[in-house]
């Protein structure tokens, strides 16, 4: 515990801290059968495949020797995936770990970083760790309003997040409008087009970032392990780009920071890619049904292209999160605006659905 004359001895920490709050953890729930349904952080519900699962414990045999700080086979075997070069890859400690790495590469205290609102929560949270000032765009309708963001570009731009889709409306942008941006951002101006959902979408018009970022050394594409390959507790995701940039984003790497096993877990999941996907394309049927549903009970939702689901609510949003919790079903409630709830099993949908649709401020 601290004592307030402890503030006078204590050292000092940089101002940006000052605008940053600790984590705090979402309670447990439980409904009144005993169930606990956790939808709230858009994790795949399926544990790992078995051929994952030996790769991990064959890893685990070797945790007293420090991992391969180049993560050479696993950059080995995304680039055959991807059939892009090995210099093109850097991998981190979750994509989170990469965008940290990207905000090191580029920013130096002044900076500014602009990405849309809302989005992903950790951008705010790594920008002003990074020292750089935050830009906030407003969606519109739930979708990046690109030419704003271009708008808020200055020569004090160093990095622009464009989440696609969107955490947490599950909206994507299109090719053309994507494109147009793109060629308005100045080359000195990292874009960092955050896929962490891409293996989920089905709408034809959002385009892969891989190919827009083929010709434009300023565009990187930041991509995951953690959600369609199922590997969120290993912290593990990669990012592709121009070899000049990857090899400046390479030096922002925190020795060491992604382990052995997550290595191994993530090239035994690429080389289980069938299966994986055929539980993406699961996932993608309960979305539709889940869509549908909830849309039959009044609520009015976007048409999302990742792995959860969004309502807005409001001044209601904390009231729908409590009432869902007690229902044993966690969602993300972020007060006064809305909740995202994660596609699971088709058991964890219903019950979600079940209390959706016994919220007593349903529309
Ligand atoms: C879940 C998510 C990620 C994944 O982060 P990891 O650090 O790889 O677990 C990245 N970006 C967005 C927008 C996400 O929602």
Known sequence: MSDPSDTARSPRFRSALDQLVNFKPGKPVRSPEGHSYELAANESPYGPLPAVREAIAEAASGVHRYPDNNCAALISEISGRLVVPEENIAVGC?????????????????????????????????????????????????????????????????????????????????????????????????????????????????????????????????????????????????????????????????????????????????????????????????RKRVSEALAAQGWSVYRSQANFVWLRLGERTQDFGAHCGAAGVAVRAFAGDGARVSIGSPQENDAFLAAAAAFPGRP
């Open 94 to 286: 979750g994509s989170v770990g990469v965008s940290q790495m990207l905000l090191e590469a580029v920013v130096d205290p002044g900076d500014e970083v602009v990405y849309a609102w809302r989005s992903f929560e950790a951008y705010p949270i790594l920008t002003r760790l990074s020292g750089a000032s935050a830009v906030e765009v407003p969606l519109r309708d739930g979708v990046h309003d690109l030419t704003a963001m271009a708008d808020a570009v200055t020569e004090r731009t160093r990095l622009i997040f464009v989440c696609n889709p969107n955490n947490p409306t599950g909206t994507v942008v299109h090719g053309p409008e994507l494109e147009a941006f793109l060629d308005r951002v100045p080359a000195q101006c990292l874009v960092v087009l955050d896929e962490a959902y891409r293996e989920y979408v089905r709408d034809t018009r959002s385009p892969d970032g891989l190919t827009l970022a083929q010709d434009r050394p300023n565009v990187v594409v930041l991509r995951t392990f953690s959600k369609a390959y199922g590997l969120a507790g290993l912290r593990i995701g990669y990012v592709v780009g121009h070899p000049l940039t990857i090899g400046a984003i390479r030096k922002a790497y925190l020795p060491f920071s992604v382990n052995g096993v997550a290595q191994a877990a993530a090239i035994a999941a690429l080389r289980s890619e069938d299966e994986l996907m055929a539980q993406v394309e699961a996932t993608v049927a309960e």
